[in-house]
C-alpha cells in the first residue's frame, strides 16, 4: 500500500496532466492536473470514456489518437489545445504512449499532457 501511495503523491506533484485509459478509451485514473482540467474529483472521472468527459469536437480527435498509437504499438507526440471549465485554454504536447501490464501485455493508453508556453504556440 505505501508504494501505491507513494505513487500517487508522485503523480499528483507533477504539474503536467497524466491519466490512463483502457484499451476501450475507458478512463482508469490520473494526477490531480487531470482532474483540475476536468473540474471534477478523479472517483467521478474512472469509468468515463472521452466522450462523456468531453466536447464531441474534442473527443473524438483523443479517440483517434489512442487507436493509431494503440495499433502501432508505439509511443506517438501530437499537439493539441485543451480547454478548462473557466475557458483557459492550454496549448499542449500529448504524449501517448502503450499502457503495459505484469503480463507484457498492452492493457491500454497512458498519457501526458505538457503546456506548450503560449509564445510558441499558433493560436486556434
Not at 40 to 60: C, R, T
Not at 70 to 91: D, F, I, Q
Request: hydrophobic residues 40%; positive net charge; glycine residues 8%.
Amino acid at each position: 500500500m505505501a508504494q501505491l501511495e507513494t505513487i500517487a503523491t508522485a503523480m499528483n506533484s507533477i504539474p503536467d496532466i497524466i491519466f490512463y485509459k483502457d484499451t476501450q478509451g475507458i478512463c482508469r485514473g490520473g494526477n490531480t492536473a487531470w482532474s483540475n482540467l476536468l473540474g471534477k474529483p478523479l472517483d467521478q472521472l474512472i469509468g468515463k470514456s472521452d466522450l462523456d468527459l468531453f466536447p464531441e469536437v474534442m473527443a473524438k480527435p483523443f479517440q483517434s489518437y489512442d487507436k493509431a498509437m494503440l495499433a502501432s504499438g508505439k509511443p506517438t507526440r501530437n499537439n493539441e489545445w485543451l480547454v478548462y471549465l473557466n475557458g483557459k485554454k492550454v496549448y499542449v504536447e500529448t504524449l501517448k504512449t502503450p499502457w503495459i501490464g505484469k503480463d507484457g501485455k498492452v492493457v491500454g493508453v497512458l498519457g501526458v499532457c505538457h503546456e506548450i508556453k503560449p509564445d510558441f504556440a499558433i493560436k486556434p
